[in-house]
């Protein structure tokens, strides 16, 4: 059926068949978390952390036992060859039916509470909690993956116990329905309990340890006589939400367990300390494995990898729609700009004559003039600007030249930074294109979504109207639909970041530092400044100095937020980590949005932005307060 | 089973003179000791309705206590702290220092959890009063939300009617632009559920049931619309029906067209709402919007017998005495589809709020919207008649 806007579904969950989210997944995501883990996928524990809109419980419903039933019954040929073959390489499929049944468990909403109204009690009902949830999950995915629908006997499985097997809590039974009605038991009496505020019966809920997972690590299923699953991996989703302790124990368990099946952990990088959230690898030397879905794609100029990845998701949405060519739709049309470029030109032939007049450059004018002589308008505009910034460049580094300057002495100017230049100097539309859908999403699917929904919905009213004759969105007409998704995002802080006023002053304060040093026609920075770095010890004064909390706790919020991305980097022997702008906040503070543009700045700045207000404060002041002691890029 | 409602009457006042009447004639004069409670903090009108009923006077009288519920939300700005200590001053004054302060605890499950424990922990505090009387005007939503019902549960005999050796009245200073312009929210993204209103989120088999969830329109709040539906489409495999609820006949007659106009988008294409989904209840009386949402949750509890039950969501994003009237709608919904339905099917009652980090004060504009006073009858002495 097709769909209004086939970008508005945010979350898996709103796929409610296997199909319909078969069809909106994105194969390149499993590639990458398969390379992440060297292919180990199956094989070990591995945390997968970012902040929220990354996937994570898409990638964990990609294992979920209908799922991989729905890939398993698929014909060759089909639409989802890629993630098929890239599974058959995982060894996921047998004969008939999957080998590896994925048991999928979100601990939400439903055991953080225990933590705190059973008091001393509190770990054991938890530990209760999780293993009759894994027992009804393990049985409902049963159902799943031999298609029988609730409610329906249990008769004809078949458990096979191992003669090691440590029953615990579990009642010793071979029959799953005995299992299944206990479970059923265990979860009313523990959610009685939590609505009462008490527990009648403290016996039945005091586990001592994980049983379920020790069940399924002993446990073969026969379902008619039949054994086909080969192995369970279980799935515990939306870890963030339990209570640190509880966390601390799962996951202290898991390690003490070593289950022989792969379990996965899914959490928010919001339950991470500072530490954690801001230094790359704290937390390594645990006994398992993380994949931080935030940094699977490198923060580079032209983001590649993650292009790819939203083309995709594209490619696979606009299949739910009847209107095609979203990237054409998007891509504004050279007449778009006439009357501003004809105006620009004018402007610029003005500046060219008296470049002409004072002479030093003749070499490179005559160059230009040779390269631009058909041009279109759009070409000489680009061409005139980098002739100018080229000589603001050099005019930047030596006095004006009194004799002619060689042509092979001209400074490069990037194509990146006159694009911004031109924005800013001129008000030439600089967010557009279909280049926004990934360079503005900072990596997170969540945040594409947002911009591709806002953007569709354009060309929906666009196709509807019988009078347009545009089969395009201008340029003007995307760029304020980005500015107000960006300003969305910003005004969010107020939600999402802890002392949401001194965030904002800290986020303006860069913004205006950033401007200050990157709209200048000689800017170094390609195309703009887009991120400030610190050194390795001040990182570990950020996370550990009790005077810099405020500053820790926001840049916490920004980073499990993704309203910064950390990149490190090695720049002349030394190590920085780079606090990269989310792109769309990037877009509100009419920053451009390659990534490559940084400023060093020592920690005690830092923390200065969250007190001045440097908007008070003239350009050049500004400017001269940063010229020196800084690193540029 | 019986069918009758348990608030099938309209046991309220709207108005100062009203609600002073009422005071004077009524409840001033029932027997034993009153407790007042109200929510400690920076909003004036913490004191300004008790104020009104004593007409301004410190009150002699020692059966009439007060206590102020102090909550883990705060102001965003620390120069109200004065402010508060401002109304504090003010309620002692007027208690002649039969105030007292109930701090709940922050726990991280969340505000309502927090006030549920508050009440367990002082059960017997609270059951020692012949009348409680409940002033949720300076309250945060979530905490008068969670109060009202448990209270509820504490002082019920009957869980079939509202007869009660206890009295238990809620009212409110209320003006809804008032609202608007005084405070403000300041929201998290995270949506919570009210402790005793979970909807079956913590139970498995509740997953496989069909969802209906009621959003009561009033407020400006198109963000709070989207975060809870999102978390409620998260909860439900089986799809969601949303049923609106609208304010009319309203003082303005062209609010609900109003908030049509302004939710346009998200109702009738995100959520795909059918015109003839959408209910009116009127905007001045919370015992009709009970009723509304209660017959409807009869009606559809009939139709989902059959599919073994079935998951009602509420969320109340209107004026404050409009939301008392809809949490009553779900404490005995709660308490009675069950009942209806027999063992074959199962229903659960959720409210999904968006909970508060911080509120932000606005500086209280110099107008005519001031609030007035209006109380709710909700147990005792009034349905005490054979």
């Keep these: ?633 | 089973m019986k069918e009758q409602l348990i608030w099938d009457v309209n046991l309220f006042t709207q108005g100062n003179e009203q609600s002073l009447d009422l005071w004077v004639n009524a409840i001033s004069k029932l027997k034993g000791d009153t407790l007042f409670i109200v929510g400690a903090g920076f909003d004036p009108r913490m004191h300004s309705g008790i104020s009104y009923l004593l007409k301004g006077k410190p009150s002699d009288d020692t059966s009439l206590q007060c206590v102020g519920l102090r909550g883990a939300a705060h102001a965003t700005d620390n120069s109200y702290g004065a402010k508060e200590l401002e109304n504090i001053a003010e309620t002692k004054r007027l208690f002649r220092d039969r105030y007292g302060e109930l701090t709940y605890e922050p726990v991280e499950a969340g505000t309502s959890m927090s006030i549920c424990l508050l009440v367990k922990k002082h059960e017997e505090f609270f059951s020692k009063f012949s009348n409680i009387i409940i002033d949720i005007s300076s309250m945060p939503r979530i905490t008068f939300l969670t109060l009202v019902p448990q209270v509820l549960i504490l002082l019920r005999e009957d869980i079939h009617n509202a007869s009660s050796r206890h009295n238990l009245l809620v009212m409110a200073s209320e003006n809804i632009q008032y609202e608007e312009e005084c405070v403000g929210n300041v929201q998290s993204n995270e949506v919570a559920f009210l402790h005793q209103f979970k909807g079956g989120i913590d139970i498995e088999e509740a997953d496989e049931l069909v969802g209906v969830w009621f959003p009561i329109l009033g407020g400006s709040r198109l963000e709070e619309l989207e975060v809870i539906f999102q978390k409620i489409e998260k909860k439900i495999t089986q799809g969601v029906d949303v049923i609106p609820l609208l304010p009319f006949p309203s003082q303005n007659p062209r609010r609900s067209d109003n908030i049509i106009s302004k939710f346009h988008n998200e109702l009738f294409q995100s959520l795909e709402v059918s015109y003839g989904n959408l209910l009116y209840a009127s905007e001045d009386n919370p015992f009709e919007l009970y009723r509304r949402l209660m017959n409807s949750f009869v009606r559809y509890s009939k139709n989902l017998t059959n599919l073994g039950g079935g998951r009602f969501f509420v969320s109340p994003l209107s004026g404050k005495l409009m939301s008392v009237g809809a949490i009553l709608a779900c404490y005995e919904a709660k308490n009675r589809l069950n009942l209806l339905a027999g063992i074959k099917s199962t229903f659960h009652i959720g409210v999904p709020m968006v909970e508060p980090r911080e509120y932000e004060v606005k500086e209280v504009q110099k107008s005519d919207k001031k609030p007035e006073v209006s109380m709710l009858w909700l147990l005792g002495e009034a349905y005490n008649v054979s």
């Design chain 1, 1 to 633: 059926m097709s769909e209004r806007n086939p970008f508005s579904k945010k979350s898996n969950e709103q796929f409610s068949d296997s199909h319909s989210f078969l069809d909106a997944f994105s194969p390149i995501i499993l590639d990458k978390v398969r390379k992440a883990t060297n292919d180990q996928l199956l094989n070990q524990i591995i945390v997968y952390r970012s902040p929220p809109g990354f996937g994570k419980s898409t990638f964990l419903r990609l294992f979920s036992s209908s799922v991989l039933g729905a890939l398993q019954r698929l014909k060759s040929g089909d639409l989802h060859t890629n993630t098929v073959n890239c599974l058959k390489d995982l060894d996921v499929f047998g004969a008939a039916k999957p080998k590896v049944l994925g048991v999928y468990l979100n601990v939400a909403d439903g055991y953080a509470e225990i933590q705190d109204i059973f008091g001393n009690q509190s770990l054991s009902i938890f530990r209760a909690m999780i293993n009759a949830k894994i027992i009804l999950k393990f049985v409902s995915s049963l159902r799943d993956y031999y298609e029988l629908s609730f409610g329906e006997p249990l008769d004809d499985f078949e458990l096979e116990a191992t003669t090691g097997i440590e029953w615990g809590a579990l009642p010793k039974s071979n029959s799953l329905s005995e299992l299944y009605k206990w479970a059923e038991e265990l979860e009313h009496k523990i959610a009685r309990g939590i609505s009462d505020l008490e527990l009648k019966d403290y016996q039945s809920t005091n586990h001592s340890s994980f049983s379920s997972i020790d069940f399924l690590n002993s446990i073969k299923v026969k379902y008619k006589g039949q054994q086909q699953i080969r192995k369970f991996l279980l799935m515990i989703d939306d870890v963030h939400r339990l209570r640190s302790i509880q966390r601390m124990e799962l996951l202290d368990a898991l390690v003490v367990l070593r289950p022989s099946f792969p379990v996965w952990i899914a959490e928010r990088l919001s339950c991470l300390s500072s530490k954690e959230a801001l230094i790359e690898g704290a937390d390594e030397g645990r006994e398992y494995r993380t994949v931080t879905l935030d940094e699977l794609f490198p923060a580079t100029a032209n983001n590649v990898d993650f292009k790819k990845f939203i083309n995709s998701i594209v490619h696979y949405r606009m299949r739910k729609t009847t209107i095609s060519g979203f990237d054409s739709w998007l891509n504004a049309r050279e007449e778009d700009f006439a009357s501003l470029q004809e105006s620009i030109l004018v402007e610029m032939e003005k500046k060219l004559e008296e470049v002409k007049s004072r002479g030093g450059y003749d070499e490179w004018v005559d160059k230009l003039q040779l390269g631009i002589e058909n041009s279109n308008r759009a070409r000489k505009i680009d061409a005139l600007q980098e002739l100018f910034s080229a000589i603001a460049k050099y005019e930047n580094k030596n006095s004006f030249p009194l004799l002619e300057v060689s042509a092979t002495d001209m400074p490069r100017v990037d194509k990146s930074f006159i694009k911004f230049y031109l924005h800013r100097r001129y008000k030439v539309p600089y967010f557009y294109g279909d280049k926004v859908l990934w360079s503005l999403a900072t990596f997170s699917v969540l945040e594409f979504l947002d911009i591709a929904e806002a953007l569709f919905e354009e060309v929906y009213l666009h196709s509807l109207s019988t009078r347009s004759k545009k089969n395009y969105i201008g340029a003007n007409k995307q760029e304020q639909i980005i500015k107000q998704l960006a300003k969305t995002k910003y005004r969010k802080i107020n939600n999402l970041i802890i002392h949401p006023k001194k965030a904002i002053l800290f986020l303006d304060n860069f913004a205006r530092v950033a401007m200050t040093r990157s709209e200048k026609e000689s800017s170094p920075y390609t195309p703009s400044i887009t991120g400030f770095a610190i050194t390795d010890a001040d990182l570990d004064e950020l996370v550990n100095e009790p005077k810099f909390e405020s500053l820790r706790r926001i840049l916490t919020d920004f980073r499990t937020n993704n309203y910064v991305v950390i990149r490190r980097q090695e720049k002349s022997g030394e190590i920085v980590n780079i606090f990269y702008l989310n792109r769309l906040l990037c877009a509100h503070f009419d920053l451009a949005v390659g990534y490559g543009g940084w400023n060093k700045f020592d920690i005690q700045e830092l923390d200065r932005w969250l007190k001045v207000d440097l908007s008070k404060e003239s350009p050049d002041s500004v400017e001269q307060r940063y010229r020196q002691g800084t690193l540029s890029v």
